[in-house]
């Protein structure tokens, strides 16, 4: 049904969900789409289906919380401009504030403030419409790869001052206070440690910490860096390497 939920998955397609399945070399995943146009939701139904995904359409802010705590999904695709009182970006700070689940935003406008707070909410990719469904698939990939994706020698327990990052349990304190931190963000503090010591590029810790399937803009590390400064404070030994990148340590 168009706008509405759905979960359902048609004899006739399984087939060639199966099949693309095999190409896409991935998982089967439980997809929230948050998305009020109902043609667009449509068409990203039938592609994550012909991906092999299980879809999930919610066509508000308030079905889409709904839907989120009913089928615990592996990522959402959100849309920022969904009407009513809640919109994308008060869904996502509502996910944020009790789940790490992967999060692709959709706009309709390409603003570098919209951009910004997606990711300071904790956004995992932001795509501006109109946007091509098979670059948006490719970031699906992308975003469900860096998700499954666990840190080198997870055991490690690093300290910096008064920061000490968890491997194990996935987690960063500073002065013995747990600090909330997105997928990504936990992905980006953990490579630049295994890397401590060495000035990386943008391009190097875009594939090392978030894969090399990223599609986007080098510039997302920026924004994630001011981040991690911002919640992590000045024990982080993070400095900027100019006219390369960034080095820890």
Known sequence: MVGAETGAEPDGRRATMETMQKLDGGTPAVVLVVE????????????????????????????????FAERAPDLV????????????????????????????????????????????????????????????????RAVLRRSGTTPTDPGRVVAFGGI???????????????????AREFALIWFLVDHAGQALTRRQILDGAWGDGWIGDERTVDVHVRQLRRKLGGDLPLETVRGIGYRLG
Not at 38 to 67: K, S, T
Not at 94 to 103: A, C, F, H, N
Not at 164 to 182: N, Q, S, Y
């Open 36 to 67: 009020d146009d109902p043609n667009i939701a449509d068409l990203l139904d039938m592609y994550l289906r012909q991906a092999g995904h299980r879809p999930y359409l919610a066509p508000d802010g308030n079905r889409g919380l709904e839907v």
């Open 164 to 182: 000490r990052i968890d491997g194990t349990r996935r987690e960063v304190t500073v002065h013995g206070e747990v600090v909330a931190m997105a």
């Open 77 to 140: 695709i959100l849309d920022i401009g969904l009407p009513g009182h809640v919109d994308g970006l008060e869904v996502c700070r509502r996910l944020r504030s009790g789940s790490d689940v992967p999060i692709i935003m959709l706009t309709a406008r390409d603003d570098e403030v919209d951009r910004i707070v997606g990711f300071e909410l904790g956004v995992d990719d932001y795509v501006t419409k109109p946007f091509s469904p098979r670059e948006l698939m490719g970031r699906v």
